[in-house]
């Protein structure tokens, strides 16, 4: 869910990787209000990540905390995931006429056919064309076949200009339906969860500050990131209306959502939980950051980056308007005015001073 350029804060990423995040958030929207998911036989998760671009920081590190089973993926085991479907860069899947969105699998197996079939099945509810290149089973939904095609990728021009609305549409909606078939199954919006800190979203990556917490500071952490908690956490709470009740105390159990928005808050029961986003080789010991060795198991581990980012001054700037095209040169005139009478000055001061010598 984040983006990087320059001038991290024009950069909206609106392609990659906002499209596909925008396309999740509406697939759980529409799942949320589908009767009878408490009888689905298999379990649905949503993950967004961050870091993805700087050594997949975010998914490298939750799988480590799988692998751990920490704290902050309890209720979670990854021996019983059976499929992943990740949704790419999706903003351009309506491009030149054809209404086509590409799924990539890295191998055959049970799950990925099944998968196949249920994307297949959604594909044609929305009457929609769609390539598919069957060969762990995971899945990504991209608009691209066989590269990846966006060459405004972490940059300012990565805006609303660079994709089409309605293949975000699309595309949540052909998920929302594959999950059901698989399982069996604005701003006013923003405003609603959270107060947002900026007027324009930050898709920066940020930086950890202190020790890394599933229940971390809500002011270290970003808009987008609150936002996205607060809306997975609400669409995918509870549908007991008993649970739910005020915490501006605190909630006995479950989560709080919508503090921000109202003060109080509602008390939900939610498996919705943050999983800070770091390298697998650090470690934080003793309020200090410890960088361990590399995983020679690991085949990612040799290579695993470990980022770090200098602590920048507040930048100032001096702006200065332009002046006037009159005022400049009435300046100018004013100075060759200045010059000439500088000039007669010292050839009378000269010729004075040449005569009161002579006298002399």
């Known amino acids: 869910m984040d983006s990087a350029s320059f001038f991290r804060d024009k950069n909206l990423g609106a392609e990659s990787p906002i499209s596909g995040l925008i396309a999740l ?13 408490d009888d689905l036989s298999k379990q649905l998760v949503f993950s967004v990540f961050t870091g993805e671009a700087w050594g997949y920081l975010g998914s490298r590190r939750f799988l480590f905390e799988l692998d751990l089973q920490s704290e902050a993926v309890s209720g979670l085991n990854s021996s019983l995931i059976e ?17 086509t969105f590409f799924a990539h699998t890295a191998a055959v197996s049970l799950a990925t056919n099944k998968t196949l079939d249920a994307l297949k099945h959604a594909r044609d509810s929305l009457e929609l064309k769609n390539i598919t290149n069957p060969s762990t089973s995971g899945m990504v939904l991209e608009d691209f076949d066989t590269s990846f095609s966006d060459k405004f990728y972490h ?19 052909l998920v ?32 950890i500050l202190g020790e890394p917490s599933s229940n971390p500071n809500l002011g270290y952490v970003d ?45 939900a029961i939610s498996t919705t939980r943050y999983v800070p986003a770091y390298s697998t080789r650090l470690n934080y010991e003793s309020e200090t950051w410890h ?10 581990g040799m290579v695993d980056p ?15 308007t332009a002046q006037n095209v009159a005022f400049d040169r009435l300046v100018l005139l004013a100075g060759i005015a200045i010059t000439i009478m500088a000039y007669l ?3 009378l001061t000269r010729a004075y001073i040449a005569k009161a010598l002579k006298r002399d």
């Open 291 to 300: 960088v361990l060795p590399s995983d020679s198991s690991d085949p990612m």
């Open 223 to 267: 808009d987008v990131s609150r936002f996205i908690w607060n809306f997975l956490a609400d669409r995918t709470s509870s549908s007991m209306e008993d649970v739910r009740s005020d915490c501006s105390k605190e909630c006995s159990s479950g989560v709080c959502i919508k503090a921000e928005a109202d003060g109080k808050g509602v008390c």
């Open 345 to 347: 000055a010292i050839v």
């Open 83 to 99: 499929t992943v479907i990740e949704i790419g860069s999706v903003g351009k899947g309506f491009s030149q006429g054809k209404n």
């Open 25 to 37: 958030l509406a697939a759980v929207d529409s799942l949320s209000r589908v009767n009878g998911l």
């Open 176 to 207: 929302a339906r594959t999950l059901y078939i698989l399982a069996r199954l604005s701003c006013e919006l923003v405003k609603s969860y959270i107060v947002p800190t900026n007027q324009c979203p930050n898709h920066y990556v940020g930086v």
């Open 155 to 173: 940059s300012h021009l990565d805006d609303m200009s660079n994709i089409n609305s309605s293949a975000i549409v699309a595309a949540a909606s």
């Open 306 to 320: 470990v980022w770090t980012e200098s602590n920048w001054d507040t930048i100032r700037l001096q702006v200065y």
